[in-house]
């Protein structure tokens, strides 16, 4: 039996919505100029009868039910020996993200544009997955996308099987659900997505397996084992979940909304993909993986990510400015860390919540009072105790310790970097209970006011070292 339609008549002998063809031929043969359209659901075709414009319709309910609409579609070039796929999803706060992209596997090539709606489907719970979504709704044009997800159709093909094996992973991640629309229905977001698959023919943007997110290679499985350690001492919150699977080792951390999926493959030059929203937790294990990677590949790793192009030249140069002394100084793990600060200085405009931008630069002075303690041979053994709190609730460096330092100046400098350190980077960078009675985590407002926090911390290292 055939999937019901809705008939609905704007302009006729008789207007309204109707569930037979019969009875909308009745109302608009020999009408002149007759409006009609038929739907595969009720809503749409009311929509269509208010005159209204189904996209604000369609964004208003992402908004109404909190959850992520996405349309997705295929296409293909027999031509070119390309599928490709375009998708729109309409965000719970407004906002509205395209995507497409074209694939050339000879096993998918037989499905032809099946292919690109399968993969534009695989997208989009991935992003909405990394983004921390439970909820999704597809809507789409081929039935096989929600018949081979449920198990109704038998998956034959091998990018079936695929597609079948990875919207699985996720069944008990996110809940899925799909809604077929029919085409050229007038469904103006559906026209999008054709479109924009369409063009994805054409364009240089290839399908990619699994590979937006933070990429760095050559890292070693010890030292990730050690970030996420250095993560658990601290987020006392943090929850760890790791998994095997066929080609990599994934971790996924949360603490409160925040998540982090991060794809170890020891087999591929010890590649590292770590996704996820660029929040406190993001910017902490991004700032530990700077740690490990060459100042010079700083800038490709984060252009990447962040979709920007900010030049290795531009950003030397920054660091020669603000860091002349300190930068002849410094022990190199040190400076990986500050070369992402000084990049971070780079941001402008507006964001939700710049407060992750600060980061690298406090994690900096850890390192900095950690070298100069050590330099004078005082010895960091996992906190700061060589410090004492006075009763006016600053700290001190300890009386036994001052004789090392010997410079009154500098040991009253030591004293300021520390505070500094401890009042900024201690309230920026914990996550309170937002419900509980007192919540003293600190944010920060603006990226302007995050850029002079970096600038203030820079200037604060460097001074030391201008010291005589």
């Known amino acids: 039996m055939g999937k019901k339609k809705y008939y609905a008549v704007r302009k006729g ?19 002149s100029n007759a409006e009609y359209k038929s739907f595969g659901n009720i809503e749409d075709a009311r929509v269509y009868i208010d005159n209204k414009d189904i996209r604000d319709v369609h964004k208003n309910t992402a908004i109404k ?26 965000m719970p706060n407004g906002e509205k993200i395209k995507e497409s992209g074209y694939g050339n596997e000879t096993d998918a090539l037989k499905t032809k544009n099946v292919a690109g709606e399968l993969q534009g489907a695989m997208y989009v719970i991935k992003f909405l997955s990394d983004k921390g979504y439970k909820k999704a709704i597809i809507r789409h044009d081929y039935i096989g996308i929600s018949k081979w997800f449920t198990g109704e159709w038998k998956a034959k093909n091998n990018i079936v099987k695929k ?9 008990n991640i996110i809940d899925i659900s799909f809604q077929k629309v029919q085409a ?39 030292d990730l084992e050690s970030i996420i350690d250095l993560l658990k001492e601290d987020i006392k919150d943090l929850s760890v979940k790791v998994s095997e699977r066929a080609y990599f080792k994934m971790y996924v951390l949360t603490v409160q909304k925040e998540r982090v999926v991060v794809k170890y493959y020891s087999d591929n030059n010890g590649k590292l993909i770590v996704q996820g ?42 660091y020669k400015i603000y860091l002349s002394k300190a930068s002849n100084e410094l022990p190199e793990k040190i400076q990986r860390v500050l070369h992402q600060a000084v990049y971070n200085l780079n941001f402008d405009g507006d964001m ?8 690298p630069t406090y994690r900096a002075l850890e390192g900095v009072l950690k070298f100069i303690l050590k330099k004078y041979g005082i010895q960091y053994n996992g906190s700061f105790n060589m410090f004492t709190k006075r009763i006016n ?49 600190r944010l920060i407002n603006s990226t302007e006011q995050a850029r002079k926090s970096i600038r203030d911390t820079l200037d604060l290292i460097e001074n030391f070292f201008n010291m005589n």
């Not at 079948?164 to 069944?171: A, G, I, L, T």
């Not at 939700?352 to 980061?359: A, G, I």
Request: charged content about 30%; hydrophobic content about 30%.
């Open 277 to 318: 929203n660029p929040e406190k937790l993001f910017s902490l294990f991004s700032t530990y993986v700077t740690e490990l990677v060459d100042t010079d590949k700083i800038p490709i790793i984060f252009n990447k990510f962040y979709d920007i192009d900010i030049k290795k030249d531009n950003i030397e140069k920054q």
């Open 352 to 359: 939700y919540d710049p407060t992750y931008l600060v980061f």
């Open 13 to 31: 002998y008789n207007t309204g919505i109707f569930e037979s063809w019969v009875e909308c031929q009745q109302s608009i043969n020999g009408y």
């Open 65 to 90: 039910l909190d959850t992520p609409i996405a349309y997705i579609d295929g296409s293909y070039s027999d031509e070119a020996k390309k599928y490709s796929f375009g998708c729109v999803i309409l």
């Open 163 to 171: 597609y079948v094996e990875f919207m699985s992973r996720y069944k």
């Open 393 to 441: 609730g600053t700290h001190k460096l300890m009386s036994k310790y001052e004789p090392k330092i010997g410079s009154p100046k500098k040991i009253a400098y030591i004293n300021k970097c520390f505070n500094y350190y401890f009042n900024n980077r201690n309230t920026l960078f914990h996550w309170d209970d937002p419900c509980g009675e007192q919540d003293t985590t």
């Open 184 to 222: 050229h229905s007038g469904d103006k977001f559906n026209e999008e997505v054709d479109a924009l698959a369409k063009n994805a023919l054409n364009g240089k943007q290839k399908i990619k397996e699994d590979e937006y997110g933070l990429i760095a290679q050559d890292i070693d499985l010890d």
